[in-house]
C-alpha cells in the first residue's frame, strides 16, 4: 500500500467506499428487510455523516486551500461562499429540470407521482455521490493514507443505509429484488469517479481546489436538506432520525481527527 500513487489510494479507496452501497441493499436480495424506524435512524446517521463531512473535509479544506492564494482577508471565504451556493443551485437546477422529461410518459395519476419521487429520490442519491467520491479521492491526494482514511471510512459507512433506502423504495415501486438491488449498487459507482478526479485535480490543479471542494459540499448540502432529511421524517419517525443524525455527525467528526 505503501508505493501506491495518491490518485490510486484516492481510486481504490472511494471504490471500497462505494461498493458499501451495494452491501448495504443486500438485504432486499434476502427479503429481511430491517423495519421503517430501522432505516429512518440508519438514514439520519447518513445526513449527520454528510453533514460532517462536509464542512470537516470539503469547507474547512476549502478555506485552508483559499488563503494562501489572496492577500485580502475576505477573498477565501467569498469564493468558498459563491462556491457552496453554486452547487447547490446546481443540483436544484438538475431536480427542477429532469423529471419532466424522464419521467411523464407511461403511467399516470398518484402511481406515476409516487415512482417519480422514487426516482427523484435515487437521482439524487447519484448526485450526491459524485461530491462524496471527490471528498474521499481529495483526502487521499492531499494527505496520502492518513488524510484520506478518516474520510473513506465515514462514507463508505453512510453509504450502506443509503444503498438500502434506494433499494427498498425501488421495490415498493413493484421493482424485482435483482433489480432494486442492481441499481442501488450502481448508484454507488459514481463514487470511484469523483474519487479517481477529486485526487487528479489536487495532484494537477491547485487552483481550482477551493472552488472545487465548496462547489462539492454546496450539492452535498442540498441533498441533505431537500431528499435526505425529509425522507427520515416522512413516516413520522423524527426523534430517530434526528438520534442517527446526532450519531452520524459527532462519529465523522471524531474520525476526522482521530484518524486524520
Ligand atoms: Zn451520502
Not at 467520491?133 to 453512510?158: D, H, K, N, R, T
Not at 459507482?189 to 485535480?201: F, N, Q, T
Not at 472545487?212 to 442540498?222: E, H, K, Q, S, V
Amino acid at each position: 500500500m505503501e508505493n501506491l500513487s495518491p490518485i490510486m489510494l484516492g481510486f481504490l479507496g472511494s471504490l471500497a467506499a462505494g461498493s458499501l452501497t451495494a452491501v448495504g441493499a443486500a438485504p432486499v436480495l434476502f427479503g429481511r428487510i430491517p423495519s421503517r424506524a430501522t432505516r429512518d435512524l440508519s438514514l439520519g446517521f447518513a445526513a449527520g455523516v454528510m453533514l460532517a463531512a462536509s464542512f470537516f473535509s470539503l469547507i474547512i479544506p476549502a478555506l485552508d486551500a483559499a488563503e494562501p492564494m489572496f492577500e485580502n482577508g475576505a477573498m477565501p471565504a467569498a469564493i468558498v461562499c459563491v462556491s457552496i451556493l453554486l452547487g447547490m443551485g446546481a443540483v436544484a437546477l438538475m431536480n427542477e429540470k429532469l423529471p419532466h422529461e424522464h419521467f411523464k410518459t407511461g403511467r399516470e395519476g398518484p402511481e406515476a407521482a409516487s415512482l417519480r419521487r422514487v426516482w427523484l429520490f435515487i437521482i439524487a442519491i447519484t448526485i450526491h455521490n459524485f461530491p462524496e467520491g471527490l471528498a474521499v479521492g481529495v483526502g487521499f491526494g492531499s494527505g496520502g493514507m492518513e488524510g484520506g482514511l478518516p474520510l473513506a471510512v465515514g462514507i463508505g459507512l453512510q453509504n450502506a443505509p443509503e444503498g438500502l433506502a434506494v433499494a427498498v423504495s425501488l421495490l415498493g415501486e413493484g421493482y424485482p429484488k435483482l433489480r432494486a438491488w442492481g441499481i442501488a449498487a450502481l448508484t454507488g459507482m459514481v463514487e470511484p469517479i469523483g474519487g479517481l478526479l477529486g485526487a487528479g485535480i489536487i495532484t494537477l490543479s491547485e487552483p481550482l481546489l477551493p472552488w472545487g471542494l465548496a462547489f462539492a459540499a454546496g450539492a452535498m448540502l442540498y441533498v441533505i436538506s431537500h431528499e435526505i432529511i425529509p425522507e427520515t421524517h416522512r413516516s413520522g419517525h423524527k426523534n430517530r432520525a434526528t438520534l442517527g443524525l446526532a450519531v452520524g455527525l459527532v462519529l465523522m467528526l471524531f474520525l476526522d481527527v482521530w484518524l486524520g
